[in-house]
Nanobody, 117 residues
Framework: QVQLVASGGGLVQPGGSLRLSCVIS????????IGWFRQAPGTERELVAA???????AYEDSVEGRFTISRDNAKNTVYLQMDDLKVEDTATYYC???????????WGQGTQVTVSS
């Protein structure tokens, strides 16, 4: 069974950076798509970044140019590098993966990112 655990959140000032990690227990190569989601209080959960294979990536418009998703197969880890953070990036961040065409939706607790001065 594939499990994904997100970590690396914290408190950062506007304009700062964080790198989130998603450690995958299982075969990372068996997962077609891995994505980062976020949900702020009172909002819908949204997909902000996704990676397919080694290098095919996509981003939500509001994070394009600021966030970078990548993977390290040797470490079974997917990263979300977040630069130039804005207050509106404040949310709980989750990672998930598609397996056999469907999101696993084993969300866990996620990791909290708070951007505040």
């Amino acid at each position: 069974q594939v499990q994904l655990v997100a970590s690396g959140g914290g408190l950062v000032q506007p304009g700062g950076s964080l790198r989130l990690s998603c450690v995958i227990s299982g075969d990372i190569l068996s997962l077609g798509v891995i994505g980062w989601f976020r949900q702020a209080p009172g909002t819908e959960r949204e997909l902000v970044a996704a990676i397919r294979g080694e290098s095919s990536t996509a981003y939500e418009d509001s994070v394009e140019g600021r966030f970078t998703i990548s993977r390290d197969n040797a470490k079974n880890t997917v990263y979300l590098q977040m630069d130039d953070l804005k207050v509106e990036d404040t949310a709980t961040y989750y990672c998930d993966a598609k397996h056999n065409g469907a999101w696993l939706k084993n969300w866990g607790q996620g990791t909290q990112v708070t951007v505040s001065s």
